[in-house]
């Protein structure tokens, strides 16, 4: 392998690591959300509000590293299709994290949800977080089949 392929491979890698990692933290938000809301947790909504700036920052990084990417090493076909997806992956992780901050800000002025509601919210929540992990695995493995499977799982929440 040539030293160009080498390092190409490895910025690919590092825009990996850096797109899991904000999936990861953007995970961790809509959980902490569904918990703040279920549980009437006021500190850990304000928690999750405040951790919205890393993952914001992280989102900021990815974008840093995938225009980078595209200044150095001039991608054509897959590799610059790969990164228009990434374009898609981190708006789509950004907005899901704020949607966690949305949860968080209204739990904190709403009542704690009980019975069949909670379990409902319960329950779509846990589907929508196993749907976002499937999906980010699916787009950093590049298996389209894990894709559609996490499409059938969309039209199912």
């Known amino acids: 392998m040539s030293h160009y392929e080498e390092r190409l491979e490895r910025d690919l890698s590092q825009i990996n690591q850096q797109l899991a990692l904000l999936a990861g933290l953007v995970e961790r938000a809509l959980s902490n959300a569904v918990h ?3 549980s009437d947790d006021d500190p850990l909504a304000y928690a999750t509000i405040l951790a919205d700036n890393r993952i ?3 989102s900021s990084e990815l974008d840093r590293m995938r225009m980078a ?3 150095v090493h001039l991608p054509t076909g897959t590799h610059l299709r ?3 997806a990434v374009v898609h992956a981190n708006v789509a992780l950004e907005r899901i ?3 966690a901050v949305t949860i968080c800000r209204e739990a904190v002025r709403l009542a704690r949800p009980e019975g069949a509601m909670a379990r409902e919210i319960e329950l779509m ?3 929508s977080r196993q749907m976002l992990k499937q999906a980010v695995e699916a787009f950093l493995e590049g298996n389209a089949e894990k894709a559609k499977a996490t499409m059938v799982i969309a039209d199912q929440v």
Do not use: P
Request: charged share 20%; glycine share 16%; aromatic share 12%.
């Open 69 to 71: 990417f595209i200044g």
């Open 125 to 127: 929540a846990d589907e």
């Open 56 to 58: 914001n920052a992280v």
């Open 36 to 38: 703040a809301l279920l």
């Open 97 to 99: 994290g704020d949607y």
């Open 82 to 84: 790969r990164m228009g």
